[in-house]
């Protein structure tokens, strides 16, 4: 089980443990990792950095090397979900939940003052339209009052 051996085993777990392991034949110490292959799939290993499979850390047969790789990893996941529970009843949450709550508020207020500027605008608006229409009307009857009595002046002018 050479080096050969350590190029099939596939993708190498990236989180290699701390557990120092045997004298790899050029006299540096190994690190556990796990090999990914279909073979050998969540398999125990030692690893040489530069040289990569020295040795199995799981010698007993498969049922039992696979059943302790998914005992570890419930271990892992059992303590993660304890550091979640935690960290959902901590109180950073709660007052991270206040913080927002306040902002909540906060916008909201300023949502209702938005709303009543609107409301404002609005009104400014149709009566600005109801002005400019008034003096729009104001502006044709002054101009066919002009033409009107600029008619009458002519037409008077010619008579004499």
């Known amino acids: 089980m050479g080096k050969s051996e350590g190029s099939s085993s596939g993708a190498i777990s990236s989180s290699k443990k701390k557990n120092k392991g045997p004298l790899c034949h050029c006299k540096r110490r ?31 047969e498969q049922n039992a090397w696979q059943k302790q790789s998914l005992l ?21 949450t709660t007052s991270q939940q206040a913080t927002i709550e306040d902002s909540n508020a906060l916008l909201l207020e300023e949502g209702d003052r938005l709303a009543e500027e609107k409301k404002k605008l609005e009104i400014a608006l149709i009566t600005s339209a109801e002005k400019e229409k008034l003096l729009r009307q104001f502006l044709v009857l002054s101009w066919g009052g002009f033409i009107v009595i ?5 037409f008077a002018m010619l008579k004499k």
């Open 30 to 60: 190994t690190s556990m990792a796990k090999a990914w292959t279909n073979d050998n799939r969540g398999r125990r290993f030692w690893l040489c950095n530069p040289h990569g499979f020295v040795a199995w850390i799981d010698l007993e």
């Open 72 to 92: 570890e990893a419930r271990d892992v996941m059992d303590r993660l979900r304890e550091e979640i529970k935690v960290l959902k009843q901590s109180p950073w």
């Open 150 to 154: 600029t008619i009458i002046i002519v």
